[in-house]
């Protein structure tokens, strides 16, 4: 064969190896939808950004013991083909047994490519069991989609990139860092809307026997989610103090209609609850503005926030490694920046939007 011949030949073989990888099956992605109280999570919508880049008609799975509401939204959502609907009173709680069977079997029943989930505290929860029942390998935090079996991700707490190829049969499973991707349109979709199959939920009811729901302790609050908030602001251990936390934090928050989330070590110091813990173990925010207020940068942290469009340090240490990453710096005493910084918000009225 002449080299010109093979040179023309070589997409053609890079084609067919990706086909074989997924077993010579056309493309087709199931997303776990994660919802409440009848709407679909923005993470949700994030996450069918990252679906529509695999190609190929993209599925949402509802599951729970009252999914209307949700699957409605669902249908809605742009660039959905089809809804599948999954009620049983073991779903209720979104418990990552009954859920994980749940997806292991219908991924397994329509034959999915591709099966998505986001990289939230609940999609991390249910996705790698799934994986584990079907003896596939899950790709966590994916950031951005080569094609149908190469994705990249993040490694070394978000320092450094690592570009990953799936090889093997089986569905490629993975967990969406949804910050990463902009958000689906809820409207302008006309999916079908079907029940799932009977054998599908026996295999979710039959794993149900692992866990049981026992109750939950829910914070309110009037503010923004913190993974969705459009400006964040975050305190660490140089607050020193729970009242020091609240004062200060809380009353930023209240001036900028923002979230309020907090550091590890202002965590672990008993200052803020861990819900709102931001970093590689804690969320992932990008606000348009994020405030960090007597937070050094470790690189735990950093994971977490660093995608942010506007970063504003402000910490005694000029040489904090935060302000390697900030776009606005103050240097100095917290407790004699803040109250000056509340007062020129003051002056400002009302600038919450």
């Known amino acids: 064969m002449a080299l010109s011949s093979w040179r023309a030949l070589r997409p053609a073989r890079s084609a067919l190896a990706s086909a074989a990888g997924l077993g010579l099956r056309s493309l087709s992605t199931l997303v776990l939808a994660e919802h409440a109280g009848g709407a679909l999570a923005p993470t949700t919508l994030h996450t069918l950004s990252a679906a529509a880049k695999l190609g190929g008609p993209v599925s949402l799975l509802v599951a729970g013991d009252a999914t209307q509401g949700a699957a409605a939204a669902a249908a809605r959502a742009a660039g959905v083909s089809t809804v599948l609907t999954a009620e049983d009173p073991c779903l209720a709680h979104g418990l990552a047994e009954p859920t994980a069977a749940l997806l292991a079997a219908v991924g397994t029943k329509h034959a999915f490519t591709h099966v998505l989930a986001p990289s939230s505290t609940y999609g991390r929860n249910i996705l790698p069991r799934a994986a584990a029942l079907l003896d596939v390998q899950a790709v ?4 951005e989609v080569k ?3 190469t994705f990249v991700r993040p490694i070394y707490a978000g320092n450094a990139l690592a570009t990953v190829r799936v090889t093997g049969g089986g569905p490629r499973m993975l967990t969406v860092r949804t910050t990463a991707f902009a958000a689906a349109p809820a409207s302008g979709g006309n999916a079908a809307v ?3 199959g009977a054998e599908e939920l026996a295999a979710a009811r039959e794993a149900a026997g692992g866990s049981q729901w026992v109750g939950e302790d829910v914070r309110k609050s009037e503010r923004p989610e913190l993974g969705q908030a459009r400006v964040v602001v975050s305190g660490g251990r140089a607050l020193k103090s729970a009242e020091n936390f609240d004062r200060f934090m809380e009353g930023l928050a209240d001036r900028l209609g ?4 907090a550091s590890r070590a202002a965590v672990d110091a008993g200052y803020a609850p861990n819900d709102l813990q931001v970093g ?9 503005l994020y405030i960090a207020v007597g937070i050094s940068g470790a690189i735990q942290h950093v994971a977490g926030m660093s995608a942010s469009k506007v970063i504003v340090a402000i910490n005694s240490d000029g040489d904090a490694p935060i302000y390697q990453i900030a776009d606005y710096g103050l240097v100095g005493d917290l407790f004699a920046l803040l109250p000056e910084l509340e007062a020129e918000l003051d002056k400002l009225g009302d ?3």
């Open 280 to 288: 590689q173990t804690g969320k992932v925010v990008a606000p348009d």
């Open 258 to 261: 923002a979230a309020v989330g």
């Open 194 to 196: 079907q029940v799932v």
């Open 140 to 143: 966590a935090d994916v950031q």
């Open 147 to 149: 094609d149908g079996d």
């Open 351 to 353: 600038i919450k939007k």
